[in-house]
């Protein structure tokens, strides 16, 4: 499954009463599509998938494919740190015609690494759509080692990950070790440069809500071998990149989107808006 080089990982919009607003998500996809999106990511860490229901994650899935109607991959969050309310959410999403799903590594109960391939390879059985794992300690605390992605990387529809580890020592064992058909995806937009360079497939961004378009000139030129002009596009971008985490995210993207007419609303508790002060750096440095 080719899901592309740079692949947004999409906001939830919501309505100023909290609640999802489908008619801001069309306008928000077809923006993203017009500016540098060769994919969607869908009801993850940005979209705030901590606090989306089940019943929305469904109408977000349903509303997402038919708006982008084969365009670009759908991919939908449906991972959790419940082996069988994941396998649930997937088969709805894959009833509502997702292109792949992705996994995220079972938070808080803490699963040992025999435990994750076993969560792993279970919500894979129940499915015939490409799986894309999720690695992210700094958020779910576990870290998947190289071995537990590279055993589970031999299941047939577990073809990517998306590895926001911020280790490259453990990308570079990744690449190395697993088929040449597995895609290695940066959860990091600050280390899409250096993973490529290690050889991985392209960026799961947040940034590219933003930036998209500066994004996918940096990643094409980098494989096409300009890779000082590619360098130079990530220095410039680079005070964007961390500015759109200056806060617990996405509220800083969503902000940002804000000041660029695009209107997601604000985020659900316990993340907050961005204060006056925050407001008034994050402009300063969109400006620049």
Known sequence: MNFGKVLTAMVTPFDKDGKMDLEQTSILIEYLLENGTDGLVVAGTTGESPTLTTEEKILLFEHVVKRVNKRVPVIAG???NNTAASIS???????????????VT???NKPSQRGMYEHFAAI???TTLPVMLYNIPGRSVVNMTPDTIINLSSIDNIVSVKEASGNLDYVAEIIQSTPDDFSV???????TIPMLALGADGVVSVASHIIGNEMKEMVSNFLEGRVKEAASIHRDLLPIMNGLFTAPSPSPVKA???MKGIDTGGVRLPLLSLTDKEMAKLKILLED
Do not use: C, F, W
């Not at 959410?89 to 996994?103: F, H, N, P, Y």
């Not at 995806?185 to 280390?191: E, I, M, T, V």
């Open 124 to 126: 894979a059985k129940e």
């Open 256 to 258: 940002a989107l804000q």
């Open 89 to 103: 959410l997937t088969k709805e999403a894959e009833l509502r015609g997702v292109d792949g799903i992705m996994l």
């Open 78 to 80: 449906t991972g959790s």
């Open 106 to 108: 079972p938070y808080y």
């Open 185 to 191: 995806y940066s959860g990091d937009d600050g280390l």
